[in-house]
């Protein structure tokens, strides 16, 4: 298997690429297990979570990655991963911190999204 | 068993008062299987844990949790928590904001740290 920051790069690379160009082809990355957390309200489950995706209000968005760090879980294979960053909002000039964490679980080769943690943070 | 936000509320609790009151207090939160990645760099095992911990250079510090979302693990009864805030350090009027990660794993009653990863998050 690859270490686990290989993964967590990958992942990442591949999560926010598909998020910021087509948020509905996230859906095979969760399952009915999923569960996501953002903004503080909680969705659990594939179409649940990919139809909050789907609703968020802004019709372009960016994630810049500023830090990546990844440790294994608790169970074989499966990796937390906590990422900090920028999103540009339909190209606003200012663009807002977040903070974002997986946990991805191994299954047939690759990974699902057991746990989707989203913050934005707001300054002092 | 307590739900898993009053557990993840009790532990930002105590984990940051303990913290900022005598960060060698920490210990018997962590054990030789715990891991903590500080601003990218590793450390695994209580006593590497807390020498990094001891080894920050600042004389006082202060968490101000901000936002606190919990989900369970994919192991029963571990949680994920996610924490954002500010940190203000030796009195200084401009905080520091900060991300962190935590799994809590349940052991006889009480729960250990066996993921911990914190960021601070600079602005654009």
Same mark, same amino acid.
């Given at each position: ?46 179409? #649940? ?5 789907? +609703?968020?209000? !802004? &019709?372009? =968005?960016?994630?810049?990655? /500023? ?24 190209? #606003? ?5 977040? +903070?974002?964490? !997986? &946990?991805? =679980?191994?299954?047939?080769? /690759? ?14």
């Amino acid at each position: 298997m690859a270490d686990i920051n290989t993964v967590a790069t990958q992942f990442t690379d591949f999560y926010y690429t598909s998020f910021d160009r087509d948020r509905a082809s996230l859906g095979p990355l969760y399952r009915p297990e999923s569960m996501l957390t953002f903004e503080g309200t909680q969705h659990q489950g594939t179409s #649940s979570i990919v139809e909050k995706l789907q +609703s968020l209000p !802004f &019709q372009s =968005v960016q994630h810049k990655v /500023t830090t990546l760090d990844a440790q294994p879980s608790t169970n074989a294979g499966a990796i937390i991963v906590s990422v900090t960053g920028l999103l540009v909002v339909d190209g #606003s000039e200012n663009p807002l911190q977040f +903070s974002q964490v !997986f &946990q991805l =679980v191994p299954t047939g080769g /690759t990974y699902f999204i057991f746990n989707d943690i989203f913050r934005l943070n707001y300054g002092a």
